[in-house]
Every structure is written in structure tokens, then in C-alpha cells.
């Protein structure tokens, strides 16, 4: 079968289509043929190698996926092969107190795919049974994988560390992104006020198409700046983070007394300099953040079947094409996911 792995790390010319073994499923594993994944930004951190963590390698690369149940194992009695299914981008011991609590994203063991273990984007991939979810019908295959892991990501953020409420002011940056676009929606979903960041008038004007109530384009003003200007210099309730060093400060300048910053990542950097003075004297609450836990897969694929959540679809590529979607993201020419058919 066909994967797309790297064997060692740098740019997108490090990305192989390679012929591997189809895997065989353990007794507790599903084989899911692969219809669609999508590509998140973490791609490009694993691709490129991160600092201070060794991956395995060669590594299949991925962690959203969807497709069909060709095979399952022998202590699996819920899953028929045909069954359309949807695969969780993370992956856990499935026994200790924070996975048996709802939490499993808190696991000692919690591993990402496509991260710290093989990933999606292959013909066919093996699946524990906990990390496989029926789709709906009316969600398509596409659709799902888009979503997943930018849902899972923005839901924690917004409604269970920064517990957004109606009529709040959420900053969104990077709101062109898979997880901007995904916040955009989240916060719309508890009436909150949303403005969202981008350097780009056609990324705003379709973040407004998507919920945003108001928007600040940061080459055209300094986003404290913005704020200020909406906000009758009040400043909003909660920041949305995931791009780092380069917004860091303007965040904490944007953020009311009493607000939260929520943060997922570090696109631009992670050596943010942070002026404790207005943390401490404005009475700013940090919130650091990664994925979420698989129950929220099951909030999101009611949401979108009941058509109050949507997929933020960039466009379309075949899988061949991966190294040219990698070049999109980085060059962030993209509005939403860029999703990868098989």
C-alpha cells in the first residue's frame, strides 16, 4: 500500500509516497481504508523535527482521518467491515483515572498520531477499537477529517479551560487557520462576541462568513491597537492563542483585568517574552492547552449532523500531492484545512 512518510526530517522535499506492508490488526484493532485525511500544522513541526524531542522514524505522517472498516479483530463485536467510521487523532492507556474520567488527553501515555506513533495518512491504517467512531451519514468523509483534531482543540480551549460566556469578547488569531476557523464557530456556539486576526481582507471577510462579528487586520493596525477600538479600550475577556512569539505581547496587551489568554501552540516560536507586570497587575489568567479528549468527537459529530458546526474546507488535493499542501500551510495561503483524498 501507499503512505506518505518521512525518513528523516526537513522541508517538504523530505516528504515520500512509499510502498509499505498493509498492516495486520491486533485483536483489539480496526483496519480503516483510508478515504481522507487532513493536514494540521503539527504535520510541519513533526516533518521539520522538533527541538528536544526525538520521533521515531521512518513515520507515517497525519492524525485526522475517515474512511471505511475493511477488517476488525476478534474482540471487536460492534464494528462490521463497511461501517464508515471516523478516526480519533489521539490515542491513550484506556485504564488510568484520567482516561477512565473523560480525560484521557491528560494520560501519561496519551500519544498523538502522526506525532509520537505512526499516523493517517495512508491507503490503510490500524486502529484501536476506543479510536474509532461510527460517522454519521449525512457527514461526509471529507468533512470529518477536516474537523477532528482542529475541534477537539478549540472546544477545550474555549468551553472547558477559558469557560466562555454569552456576550464575552474572544479574540481569535490566526483566524484563517484549521483551528481559528474551528474557534470562530465554538465561540459563536456560546453567543460570544468574536473578533478575529488576520494579515489578510479576503481571510477576514470569510472569517465574517463564518461567524466573526468584527475583525482586525494586523498589517494594517497593531491588534492591541484593534482591540482597544472595539472595545471602547475595555479589552476582550478571552484571547484564543496558537501562533506565539510574534502575537504573544500584543496578547496580553489586548486582554481585559480580570481576562483569559488560552494557548495551544506556537507557530511563530515558543521564546514569547512575557511582562509579568501586566500579568500580575491586570490579574491575567494563563491557560495552556493541548487536543482534548475523545468524548468531545461525539459532541462534534452531533453538532455538525445538526448542521451548527461546519468543516472549513481550503480545498481539495489528491494525497500525491502532499507536498504542495505542506507548501500552502507554510506560505499560509490557506482559509480552513487543506484536506487530502485517497
Known amino acids: 500500500m501507499k503512505a506518505i512518510r518521512i525518513h528523516e526530517h526537513g522541508g517538504s522535499d523530505r516528504i515520500l509516497i512509499d510502498d509499505i506492508p498493509e498492516p495486520s490488526p491486533n485483536s483489539d484493532e480496526a483496519l480503516v481504508k483510508i478515504a481522507a485525511t487532513s493536514i494540521n500544522h503539527l504535520d510541519l513541526w513533526v516533518r521539520d523535527g522538533m527541538r528536544n524531542l526525538r520521533l521515531p522514524l521512518p513515520m507515517i505522517l497525519g492524525s485526522d482521518g475517515a474512511g471505511t472498516i475493511l477488517q476488525v479483530g476478534r474482540e471487536i463485536y460492534d464494528l462490521r467491515p463497511g461501517d464508515r467510521v ?42 484501536k477499537r476506543d479510536n474509532v467512531l461510527k460517522l454519521p ?86 491588534i492591541s491597537d484593534g482591540v482597544r477600538r472595539l472595545t471602547s479600550k475595555r479589552g476582550v475577556d478571552v484571547v484564543f492563542e496558537h501562533t506565539g512569539k510574534t502575537t504573544w505581547s500584543e496578547s496580553i496587551l489586548s486582554t481585559k483585568r480580570g481576562g483569559r489568554i488560552v494557548t495551544c501552540g506556537a507557530t511563530t516560536g515558543p521564546d514569547a517574552v512575557t511582562d509579568l507586570r501586566y500579568v500580575f497587575s491586570r490579574q491575567l489568567s494563563i491557560l495552556g492547552s493541548t487536543m482534548g479528549s475523545k468524548k468531545l468527537l461525539f459532541t462534534m459529530l452531533d453538532l455538525m ?18 507536498r504542495k499542501a505542506h507548501e500552502i500551510i507554510e506560505e499560509r495561503r490557506q482559509f480552513g484545512k487543506i484536506v487530502l483524498t485517497f
Open 305 to 322: 449532523s445538526s448542521g451548527r458546526f461546519h468543516a472549513v474546507i481550503d480545498r481539495k488535493l489528491p494525497y500525491t500531492d502532499v
Open 86 to 127: 471516523l478516526i480519533s487523532p489521539g490515542t491513550s492507556c484506556g485504564t488510568c483515572e484520567q482516561c477512565l474520567g473523560g480525560h484521557d488527553n491528560l494520560c501519561r501515555n496519551y500519544r498523538i498520531l502522526g506525532e509520537h506513533c505512526d499516523g493517517t495518512d495512508a491507503e490503510i491504517v490500524a486502529v
Open 137 to 222: 451519514d449525512n457527514i461526509t468523509f471529507d468533512d470529518a477529517a477536516a474537523s477532528s483534531l482542529v475541534f477537539i482543540t478549540a472546544y477545550q480551549m474555549l468551553a472547558e479551560k477559558a469557560r466562555v460566556q454569552p456576550v464575552e469578547d474572544v479574540l481569535i488569531l490566526g483566524a484563517g487557520s484549521g483551528v481559528g476557523t474551528a474557534a470562530i464557530q465554538i465561540a459563536k456556539l456560546f453567543n460570544a462576541r468574536v473578533i478575529a486576526v488576520s494579515g489578510s481582507d479576503e481571510k477576514l471577510d470569510r472569517a465574517k462568513l463564518i461567524g466573526a462579528d468584527d475583525v482586525i487586520n494586523y498589517n494594517s493596525e497593531r
